[in-house]
């Protein structure tokens, strides 16, 4: 009788923890909230090449945990294009993401991938009635996004785009692919002294951004080892967004993360990157 008394209470303290506990973390995410924008615009993540929804995993988590929003949809886009929706939106969801996960995550067709963000946003507008969306992308993410935004960033008929993110932009190269270390640099208009195929057909990007009032976040990370990289992407690769954009985007703003957390694969990890990016895209002016 003794043993069960004591499991009894030990049962009951637990609970009021839990109870205690739910309950000041449900008051500091309404409280978080309120510091927030509330729309009904989506934000869209994408991971990078050989990346899945779990490269995303961690940057949607810490918007959930700030009460940005609680309303998560997995898009599964296999290799022809075709949307699965894992999850669903409710009518009127506020702030709403989307986890974008490619299943042919080793395409570098950049232009077919630019299609099945597409597919994306035409599922997203018949199936939710979303209208404007939110891009954040990684690595090989925002090339494809890049390409996007250049074969179709003038459809009327798709969702249209509010704020951009791009996370360590492969926009002029990868590192010991088609670019040697500190090989290329850009100026101060982020024009590259040298630029590739892709960077090439990008030119001419700036006119799908033009009086669109869009606003640009460009994050990219340097080791500080001398290679002015994360060690997968250069700096000049990622700031030569600037050039493509040039004075079109409402604005356009560059920052830049150091050291071990800075590496490539990290960035999206980063607690310090995961802040600033929901800051710009739902903090209340």
């Keep these: 009788m003794k043993f069960q008394k004591t499991g009894l209470l030990i049962a009951i303290l637990t609970l009021m923890l839990f109870l205690t506990y739910g309950c000041q973390s449900s008051s500091q995410s309404k409280q978080n909230s309120s510091s927030y924008n509330h729309s009904h615009t989506a934000t869209l993540f994408l991971h990078g090449y050989g990346g899945s929804a779990n490269s995303e995993k961690y940057m949607v988590q810490q918007a959930v945990n700030h009460g940005v929003t609680n309303q998560v949809i997995t898009a599964i886009v296999d290799k022809n294009g075709d949307i699965t929706f894992?999850?669903?939106?409710?009518?009127?969801?506020?702030?709403?993401?989307?986890?974008?996960?490619?299943?042919?995550?080793?395409?570098?067709?950049?232009?077919?991938?630019?299609?099945?963000?597409?597919?994306?946003?035409t599922k997203l507008k018949n199936d939710f009635?979303?209208?404007?969306?939110?891009?954040v992308a990684h690595s090989m993410g925002n090339l494809s996004f890049a390409y996007f935004m250049k074969l179709?960033?003038?459809?009327?008929?798709?969702?249209?785009?509010?704020?951009?993110?791009?996370?360590?932009?492969?926009?002029?190269?990868?590192?010991?692919?088609?670019?040697?270390?500190?090989e290329i640099s850009v100026d101060k208009n982020g024009k590259p002294s040298k630029m590739t195929e892709?960077?090439?057909?990008?030119?001419?990007?700036k006119n799908n951004y033009k009086d669109k009032q869009i606003d640009v976040l460009n994050i990219y990370g340097d080791i500080q080892d001398g290679t002015h990289s994360d060690g997968r992407v250069s700096n000049s690769s990622s700031k030569s967004l600037k050039y493509l954009l040039a004075d079109s985007p409402k604005s356009y703003k560059e920052s830049q993360y150091t050291g071990a957390s800075a590496q490539h694969s990290q960035l999206h990890e980063n607690n310090k990157v995961a802040n600033e990016i929901i800051q710009f895209l739902w903090k209340k002016s």
């Design 152 to 182: 179709y960033g003038q459809d009327t008929q798709l969702p249209q785009l509010n704020k951009e993110v791009n996370i360590a932009g492969t926009f002029n190269g990868v590192l010991n692919l088609n670019e040697k270390v500190n």
């Design 198 to 205: 892709n960077y090439q057909q990008l030119l001419g990007l």
């Design 86 to 121: 894992k999850g669903k939106l409710a009518k009127n969801a506020i702030n709403p993401i989307v986890k974008i996960e490619l299943e042919d995550n080793k395409n570098g067709n950049v232009k077919q991938n630019a299609s099945h963000i597409k597919n994306v946003l």
């Design 129 to 135: 009635h979303i209208k404007q969306y939110n891009f």
